[in-house]
T-cell receptor
Framework: GESVGLHLPTLSVQEGDNSIINCAYS??????FIWYKQESGKGPQFIID?????DKRQGQRVTVLLNKTVKHLSLQIAATQPGDSAVYFCAEINMNRDDKIIFGKGTRLHILP | GAVVSQHPSRVICKSGTSVKIECRSLDFQATTMFWYRQFPKQSLMLMATSNEGSKATYEQGVEKDKFLINHASLTLSTLTVTSAHPEDSSFYICSAPVRGWTDTQYFGPGTRLTVL
């Protein structure tokens, strides 16, 4: 299930199930979106990106969906594995203006055995 | 692939001292780098944009005299936390944009600063 902690919401998923992590972005002018994975004590790692002219993009075991109408982004992880445990951040960029990344609040993904 | 390194990975210092953190792009040139700080269990907050050959651009609320940024070359940016205090303890992360098919940014591994 999904719960909201003091700072980061946590999503608990059974190993082998699919995970869906949601994100609401803030700027309607943002035209490039990225999902990052951050393990404890490490910098963010790129997972998958999507441009605003697309609504879906698939990678290896991951899919990103973009709904510009409601400014919503989601990351789907298929067949979740223990190594997927991490904090996931969505990020938005306005490529026409600058390269500044605006990070979302993040969601901790917890894998249940 | 593109790699960004940071040094040191961890630093513990006394209150009032200054600490320098280096961010290097290892196999590509970066005219722009970004510095973030991250408090425990929170998201990354952009502090400033480091520009090679010119002054850094600071985000609102970030003290430029406290967080000195120098982008000395196309592969090195440094962040100096001056007169550090315990509230400056945080995880500092740099990133550099890479133009290519992903147009993404690569992040350094981060520097954990603890001010006693």
């Amino acid at each position: 299930g999904e719960s909201v902690g003091l700072h980061l919401p946590t999503l608990s998923v059974q190993e082998g199930d699919n995970s869906i992590i949601n994100c609401a972005y803030s700027n309607s002018a943002s035209d490039y979106f990225i999902w990052y994975k951050q393990e404890s004590g490490k910098g963010p790692q790129f997972i998958i990106d999507i441009r605003s002219n697309m609504d879906k993009r698939q990678g290896q075991r991951v899919t990103v969906l973009l709904n510009k109408t409601v400014k919503h982004l989601s990351l789907q992880i298929a067949a979740t594995q223990p190594g997927d445990s991490a904090v996931y951040f969505c990020a938005e960029i306005n490529m026409n203006r600058d390269d500044k990344i605006i990070f979302g609040k993040g969601t901790r993904l917890h894998i249940l055995p | 692939g593109a790699v960004v390194s940071q040094h040191p990975s961890r630093v513990i210092c006394k209150s009032g001292t200054s600490v320098k953190i280096e961010c290097r792009s290892l196999d590509f040139q970066a005219t722009t780098m970004f510095w973030y700080r991250q408090f425990p269990k929170q998201s990354l907050m952009l502090m400033a944009t480091s520009n090679e050959g010119s002054k850094a651009t600071y985000e609102q609320g970030v003290e430029k005299d406290k967080f000195l940024i120098n982008h000395a070359s196309l592969t090195l940016s440094t962040l100096t936390v001056t007169s550090a205090h315990p509230e400056d303890s945080s995880f500092y992360i740099c990133s550099a944009p890479v133009r290519g098919w992903t147009d993404t940014q690569y992040f350094g591994p981060g520097t954990r600063l603890t001010v006693l």
